[in-house]
Each structure stands twice: as structure tokens, then as C-alpha cells.
């Protein structure tokens, strides 16, 4: 792919900022430059998707699966902080929280003056759209076009807010989704480069499935994960003192012991129609201690994964598209959600922790004649490298504000001899609403050093994951781990250092 300098990109977009011009035609000799189609999920489980190989098997997402088969899946895709709005903060930026801004879902908002990279791609030609949720508080900034959910957005017949005006639709959320990110592909500018982020609301707490979907399982009973009765012996109070329960903390519209109140009489009929007379055998049971626990699993699991056959379904209608009209050679599509989530490991939901489900987020990414097709990647990359990648494919210089890097070099598997080997993490929100302690640390291939700290709680941790996969057991302070303690705490000072995190967080971090 031919590029540009970094220079002569730069004045191509300093002098269409002074003039008003588009910088489109200084492009004009070069060669296509990529679409780019990014489609984003909440809260999807790596575990949820068959590319992966979860040993339960949760779910078959054929979909999604084909972009690892033609492109590449990446096994150790981590976040800098396992929650949603901070999560896509980074992902425009390619900063971590402490330098865009947004630390938490609580009152952080994201400033919308700072660089992102759907801004340097529409500065540079291309033509920009979001569709979905948004959850960044503030307008969106950079895209040619905008719909967007307000706040957390519902599952049936939404209320968006596009280009500023609030609408009302009928039907499914997913869905929707869907149609207006089709719709703006169909009538967009055809003679220019796009970029389209496609980003669902599924499948986020409460995990209402489409109608089409209630019973896709046949009433399946799901294995359980080895570790749902976790008591939590071998750590510390951090990990005991928490409200994000299966067994505690799922309330009665998680359960869908009560209907969500957005449903019009005609679907309210349908749901009813499939989860009353199951509630009702579910009451006269009279379940309780464990067996009410994995009957919330079980319920659990249908409504969530019954969420994700909407999104596989939706991933299938975005390709057929490119395919149809012949775009699907010079696109980039990456599939990736804001962070992991717990699917009953530990007894949880949610996210949050540096542990392995919730720092984990899934990423595949296909780009014919770039993109080796079917390797799998263990590298350790991040959301905060996705800005810098599409900049890079688009020919755009990186700004060196961003503290991610390009995955254009693993993309055609040729790993740079510098490519990092640990990952700083930092999560704030705190006490509400899951009550898990701010903590911070580092990870790498096999270990895991974090550290918790609140007034009451303060320690470090330790997790082997060569020897303890499933993170039972810190072994911080066993005399055999000193070294690596030493060592690990040596590279959080040091990757502290190189991405200037301060040394006290400003109190609204914590959203309190």
C-alpha cells in the first residue's frame, strides 16, 4: 500500500484547516486507501464467541467467526480499564483514562476537543458515521454523520438522537442498529474512503434478547464454570468485598421475573408468552442457597447469549453487504467489545477487575491482502492501538500523544522486536455501583502484580497463570515469587513513568 510521508500529510491537513477545503483531492494519484468498518459490542465475552474455543461452547457465532477465518484473531487483546465509557474513550484517543479524561461511568464526560482519530480520518478525506451507543455523555465529534443512543440506550424501540435531533423507532435495538448503518453505507459519498463504527448496545445488563430468540437454546442447560461457587480464599478483601454476585446482586428485571417497561403490547405478549410459564414453574420450586444460584445461571445465560445471536446476525448483514458490493477486498472490518465480562466465573457478572475475563476483550480483524488470514495471535495488544492502526492504514502520521501502537506489523505477522511484553492496567470507579476497590498493575504473558488500594484496603497481589489459570491464588508473598515481585514492581514504576500517570488520581476518578 503506497503512503504518504508524515510530513506531506501534515500539510495536507494544516492547509485544508486554513483554507476550508476538503483534502480529498490530494489523495486522488495515490491508491485506494482502506474503508474501515468497526464494529463494536458491550460487554461481549471472549468466551462467548466459538472462535475462540471456550470449552463450555457456549454460543456458535458464525459470523463473527468468519472475520478470524479470513483475517486474524487476537487471543491477549487488554483493556487499560475494564468499563465501558472509559473503554471508548480510549478507543478514539488511543489514551489511556488519566490523559483523555474519562475515568468512569459515573460523571465523567468526554471532551470532545481532543484528537481522535475518526477527526484526522474526515480531515483527510475520509467520510465518517457512528450508529449505536455512544455512552460518552458529550456530542460526538468527527463524524460526518451521527446517531446515537442516549446514555445506556434500551433494547426495543429506542428513542436515538441523530445529528443533534431525538427520534423515536420501533422495533429492536440491534436491529436498528443494523438498518441505519446500512442505510448511511448505501447513500453515503461513494467517492470517498469511509470509516463506519457500528457499535451495539447488546449485549449490556439487562440482556433483553430479540423476540425471535427467546427459546434459541431449547431450554439447553449450560456447564457451569468450575469456579461459580468461588469463595474467594486465597485472596483479599477486595475480591470479598464486592456486590457483582450471580447469587447476590441480580435483581428481578436481570431475571426477567419482571418485563422490561419499554415493550409495546404486541411484543409484551410474545415475551410474556415465553418467560411467564417458565417464571412460574421457576416460583412454585421454591429454590434456594445453590440451586437458586445456577438457576440464575442458567436464565443468565440464555438471555445473554440470546443477545449475541442478534449481534452475529448483524456482523453477517455487514459483510453480505461489503460482499455484494464489491468492497470487501479493500475494507478493514474488526470485530472487538469495550472490555471482558464475567459469564459466572467467580460466581460473577460485569467486568471491572484486571482479571483475565474482564481484562480480555475479543478482537478479530480481517483486511484481505494484509491481514494474514487465519492466525491466531498471542501478542499482547490493546484498544488503545486501534486508533493508531487506522491512521496508519489510512497513510495518516500517529500524533504522539497517542500511547498506543500500530497492529499493522502483527496484522501481516511480522512482530516488531520491540513489541511490549507488559501492559499497565488501572481501574477507579468506586463504590458504586459494584463496590470493586480502585486498584492498579502490570501484566504480562504469565503473571499478573496488582495493587488495591482504598482507606480500608491496601496490598498487592500476585497470579501465576501458567499455574493458576483461573487466578485462585496469590502468590505474592511466597518466598519462590520474590524476584518476580521485585522485578514487576520495578516495571509498574517504570510504565507509570512512561505514560505520566499521576500519582494520585483526582478524587472525581473514583466518580464520587
Given at each position: 500500500?503506497?503512503?504518504?510521508?508524515?510530513?506531506?500529510?501534515?500539510?495536507?491537513?494544516?492547509?485544508?484547516?486554513?483554507?476550508?477545503?476538503?483534502?480529498?483531492?490530494?489523495?486522488?494519484?495515490?491508491?485506494?486507501?482502506?474503508?474501515?468498518?468497526?464494529?463494536?459490542?458491550?460487554?461481549?465475552?471472549?468466551?462467548?464467541?466459538?472462535?475462540?474455543?471456550?470449552?463450555?461452547?457456549?454460543?456458535?457465532?458464525?459470523?463473527?467467526?468468519?472475520?478470524?477465518?479470513?483475517?486474524?484473531?487476537?487471543?491477549?487483546?487488554?483493556?487499560?480499564?475494564?468499563?465501558?465509557?472509559?473503554?471508548?474513550?480510549?478507543?478514539?484517543?488511543?489514551?489511556?483514562?488519566?490523559?483523555?479524561?474519562?475515568?468512569?461511568?459515573?460523571?465523567?464526560?468526554?471532551?470532545?476537543?481532543?484528537?481522535?482519530?475518526?477527526?484526522?480520518?474526515?480531515?483527510?478525506?475520509?467520510?465518517?458515521?457512528?450508529?449505536?451507543?455512544?455512552?460518552?455523555?458529550?456530542?460526538?465529534?468527527?463524524?460526518?454523520?451521527?446517531?446515537?443512543?442516549?446514555?445506556?440506550?434500551?433494547?426495543?424501540?429506542?428513542?436515538?438522537?441523530?445529528?443533534?435531533?431525538?427520534?423515536?423507532?420501533?422495533?429492536?435495538?440491534?436491529?436498528?442498529?443494523?438498518?441505519?448503518?446500512?442505510?448511511?453505507?448505501?447513500?453515503?459519498?461513494?467517492?470517498?474512503?469511509?470509516?463506519?463504527?457500528?457499535?451495539?448496545?447488546?449485549?449490556?445488563?439487562?440482556?433483553?434478547?430479540?423476540?425471535?430468540?427467546?427459546?434459541?437454546?431449547?431450554?439447553?442447560?449450560?456447564?457451569?464454570?468450575?469456579?461459580?461457587?468461588?469463595?474467594?480464599?486465597?485472596?483479599?478483601?477486595?475480591?470479598?468485598?464486592?456486590?457483582?454476585?450471580?447469587a447476590a446482586t441480580m435483581g428481578d428485571q436481570d431475571l426477567k421475573l419482571t418485563p422490561p417497561p419499554y415493550l409495546n403490547s404486541e411484543q409484551?405478549?410474545?415475551?410474556?408468552?415465553?418467560?411467564?410459564?417458565?417464571?412460574?414453574?421457576?416460583?412454585?420450586?421454591?429454590?434456594?442457597?445453590?440451586?437458586?444460584?445456577?438457576?440464575?445461571?442458567?436464565?443468565?445465560?440464555?438471555?445473554?447469549?440470546?443477545?449475541?445471536?442478534?449481534?452475529?446476525?448483524?456482523?453477517?448483514?455487514?459483510?453480505?453487504?461489503?460482499?455484494?458490493?464489491?468492497?470487501?477486498?479493500?475494507?478493514?472490518?474488526?470485530?472487538?467489545?469495550?472490555?471482558?465480562?464475567?459469564?459466572?466465573?467467580?460466581?460473577?457478572?460485569?467486568?471491572?477487575?484486571?482479571?483475565?475475563?474482564?481484562?480480555?476483550?475479543?478482537?478479530?480483524?480481517?483486511?484481505?491482502?494484509?491481514?494474514?488470514?487465519?492466525?491466531?495471535?498471542?501478542?499482547?495488544?490493546?484498544?488503545?492501538?486501534?486508533?493508531?492502526?487506522?491512521?496508519?492504514?489510512?497513510?495518516?502520521?500517529?500524533?504522539?500523544?497517542?500511547?498506543?501502537?500500530?497492529?499493522?506489523?502483527?496484522?501481516?505477522?511480522?512482530?516488531?522486536?520491540?513489541?511490549?511484553?507488559?501492559?499497565?492496567?488501572?481501574?477507579?470507579?468506586?463504590?458504586?455501583?459494584?463496590?470493586?476497590?480502585?486498584?492498579?498493575?502490570?501484566?504480562?504473558?504469565?503473571?499478573?502484580?496488582?495493587?488495591?488500594?482504598?482507606?480500608?484496603?491496601?496490598?498487592?497481589?500476585?497470579?501465576?497463570?501458567?499455574?493458576?489459570?483461573?487466578?485462585?491464588?496469590?502468590?505474592?508473598?511466597?518466598?519462590?515469587?520474590?524476584?518476580?515481585?521485585?522485578?514487576?514492581?520495578?516495571?509498574?514504576?517504570?510504565?507509570?513513568?512512561?505514560?505520566?500517570?499521576?500519582?494520585?488520581?483526582?478524587?472525581?476518578?473514583?466518580?464520587?
Amino acid at each position: 500500500m503506497k503512503t504518504r510521508s508524515a510530513c506531506s500529510v501534515l500539510a495536507v491537513l494544516a492547509a485544508s484547516c486554513v483554507s476550508g477545503s476538503s483534502p480529498t483531492p490530494a489523495f486522488a494519484a495515490e491508491a485506494r486507501r482502506p474503508n474501515i468498518v468497526f464494529i463494536f459490542s458491550d460487554d461481549h465475552a471472549y468466551q462467548a464467541i466459538s472462535a475462540y474455543n471456550d470449552s463450555r461452547r457456549l454460543l456458535e457465532t458464525p459470523n463473527i467467526d468468519r472475520l478470524g477465518r479470513e483475517g486474524i484473531r487476537f487471543d491477549r487483546c487488554v483493556v487499560p480499564n475494564s468499563i465501558c465509557g472509559p473503554s471508548r474513550a480510549s478507543v478514539l484517543t488511543g489514551k489511556y483514562s488519566h490523559k483523555n479524561g474519562f475515568y468512569n461511568n459515573t460523571n465523567s464526560r468526554f471532551d470532545g476537543s481532543q484528537t481522535t482519530f475518526p477527526k484526522l480520518l474526515r480531515a483527510s478525506g475520509y467520510q465518517t458515521a457512528i450508529v449505536g451507543k455512544w455512552h460518552l455523555v458529550s456530542e460526538p465529534t468527527g463524524f460526518d454523520d451521527w446517531r446515537i443512543l442516549p446514555g445506556q440506550g434500551i433494547y426495543y424501540n429506542p428513542p436515538m438522537i441523530h445529528n443533534g435531533k431525538r427520534e423515536q423507532h420501533q422495533g429492536y435495538t440491534t436491529d436498528l442498529i443494523t438498518d441505519f448503518s446500512l442505510d448511511w453505507l448505501k447513500g453515503r459519498d461513494k467517492s470517498k474512503p469511509f470509516l463506519l463504527m457500528c457499535q451495539h448496545k447488546a449485549p449490556h445488563r439487562e440482556w433483553a434478547p430479540a423476540l425471535r430468540h427467546l427459546g434459541h437454546d431449547g431450554d439447553r442447560r449450560y456447564p457451569e464454570p468450575p469456579t461459580l461457587f468461588d469463595d474467594y480464599a486465597g485472596r483479599g478483601k477486595a475480591e470479598h468485598d464486592q456486590d457483582m454476585t450471580i447469587a447476590a446482586t441480580m435483581g428481578d428485571q436481570d431475571l426477567k421475573l419482571t418485563p422490561p417497561p419499554y415493550l409495546n403490547s404486541e411484543q409484551r405478549k410474545a415475551w410474556d408468552a415465553y418467560y411467564e410459564p417458565r417464571n412460574a414453574t421457576f416460583r412454585a420450586a421454591k429454590l434456594e442457597g445453590r440451586d437458586l444460584v445456577r438457576w440464575k445461571y442458567q436464565r443468565y445465560m440464555h438471555d445473554y447469549l440470546g443477545c449475541l445471536k442478534a449481534v452475529d446476525e448483524s456482523v453477517g448483514r455487514v459483510l453480505k453487504y461489503l460482499d455484494d458490493e464489491g468492497l470487501a477486498e479493500n475494507t478493514i472490518v474488526v470485530y472487538s467489545a469495550d472490555q471482558g465480562f464475567y459469564l459466572g466465573e467467580h460466581g460473577w457478572f460485569d467486568k471491572r477487575w484486571i482479571f483475565e475475563e474482564s481484562l480480555r476483550a475479543p478482537l478479530l480483524v480481517r483486511w484481505p491482502g494484509v491481514a494474514q488470514a487465519g492466525v491466531a495471535s498471542a501478542k499482547l495488544v490493546s484498544n488503545i492501538d486501534f486508533a493508531e492502526t487506522f491512521l496508519e492504514a489510512a497513510g495518516l502520521p500517529v500524533p504522539a500523544e497517542m500511547q498506543g501502537r500500530s497492529l499493522l506489523p502483527l496484522l501481516k505477522s511480522q512482530t516488531p522486536a520491540d513489541w511490549r511484553t507488559s501492559f499497565y492496567y488501572e481501574y477507579y470507579e468506586y463504590p458504586v455501583p459494584h463496590h470493586v476497590r480502585p486498584h492498579y498493575g502490570v501484566v504480562t504473558d504469565r503473571y499478573k502484580l496488582v495493587h488495591f488500594y482504598t482507606p480500608d484496603v491496601n496490598y498487592w497481589e500476585l497470579f501465576d497463570l501458567k499455574e493458576d489459570p483461573r487466578e485462585l491464588r496469590s502468590v505474592h508473598d511466597e518466598p519462590a515469587y520474590a524476584q518476580v515481585v521485585a522485578d514487576l514492581k520495578k516495571e509498574v514504576v517504570h510504565l507509570r513513568d512512561q505514560l505520566q500517570v499521576p500519582a494520585e488520581p483526582p478524587r472525581e476518578a473514583y466518580g464520587r
